[in-house]
């Protein structure tokens, strides 16, 4: 599992990876005035600068760390730390190095770019990385169940924005509409609607695991299946049920599908909903049984 490095690593290792790279850019710049000077072989797109070398490595070295913090913290979640969740002044230059390197972008002289980089690892905050990387880290399983949870609310039209009450209820189930819907104007699904399925299947996959209820998967399983199977410019039939009564029914009325929920089946994925999604605004409550 990878860890959060201590701030002396972390320089270390940027160090290290400025350096090579920096000496690769002088072997290479060395290597195309021979070609010119000697062969007159030019390359007129080539562009690649010390700076541009400078910048590669800083953002492929933080790159390299949140890909591995992100594979060991989150969880079952598919949750990233992404390179903008930290600070600019992690991952850009300050001014005043810069303006010193642009003056000096083509002279392939190592112990000038070696000085400039030193320069840079003087004024970079470790410190502030290490703290920043810990509180993503620490956070990121959290915030990818809250992700999660957040997508079953919008999935299943449950939070309360002063209307009717859309959620209904019969003697043997509660019956959701889902908002996902054939949406081209071509008939069949298209790929945004097949991408939102996948990602609500993710979230309830999620809530079955956490709350130990499995009889939730099966049926958005076969739905995702049957609309990934259907022909081209083609919906699924009408009428069209997956899953069983005793669970979850869905049940395709013209486009839309409609979820029959065993209401103890049901109630695992609220808990999983109420624990973990963004405390913003009310969910619309259960109506009693017909």
């Known amino acids: 599992m990878a860890i959060i490095k201590s701030a002396t690593t972390y320089r270390l290792q940027l160090d290290g990876l400025l350096k090579s790279m920096l000496q690769a850019w002088v072997d290479y710049q060395k290597a195309y005035s021979t070609l010119v000077g000697g062969y007159g072989v030019y390359d007129s797109n080539r562009s690649i600068s010390a700076l541009d070398t400078i910048e590669c490595a800083l953002s492929k070295w933080l790159t390299t760390i949140c890909k591995e913090l992100s594979e060991a913290y989150q969880g079952g ?4 730390i992404e390179l903008s969740d930290l600070p600019s002044t992690l991952r850009e230059f300050p001014g005043s190095l810069r303006r010193g390197m642009v003056e000096s972008y083509r002279n392939p002289d190592l112990a000038l770019w070696t000085t400039l980089a030193d320069q840079l690892l003087e004024q970079y905050n470790f410190d ?87 009889r939730l998967v099966p049926p958005f399983e076969e739905l995702l299946q049957a609309v990934e199977s259907a022909p081209n410019r083609e919906t699924i039939k009408s009428g069209t049920a997956f899953g069983n009564k005793s669970t979850i029914e869905i049940k395709i009325y013209h486009g839309k599908f409609k979820c029959f929920f065993n209401p103890e089946v049901l109630d695992s994925l609220l808990s999983f909903v109420v624990i973990n999604r963004t405390p913003n605004g009310e969910l619309y409550s259960l109506p009693e049984a017909a």
Do not use: C
């Not at 979640?77 to 990233?80: G, W």
């Not at 919008?154 to 189930?173: C, D, M, V, Y």
């Not at 054939?182 to 709350?211: C, N, P, V």
């Open 128 to 214: 502030l990385l290490k703290e920043k990387l810990t509180v993503l880290a620490e956070g990121l399983e959290q915030a990818g169940l809250q992700e999660l949870a957040d997508r079953l609310v919008s999935n299943f039209w449950l939070r309360n924005h002063g209307r009717e009450n859309p959620i209904k209820r019969t003697k043997r189930h509660i019956v959701i509409e889902s908002t996902l819907y054939s949406d081209s104007i071509f008939g069949g699904y298209s790929y945004d609607t097949m991408q939102k399925l996948s990602l609500m299947l993710a979230a309830i996959r999620m809530a079955a695991k956490e709350s130990g209820e499995h």
């Open 77 to 80: 979640t598919s949750k990233v």
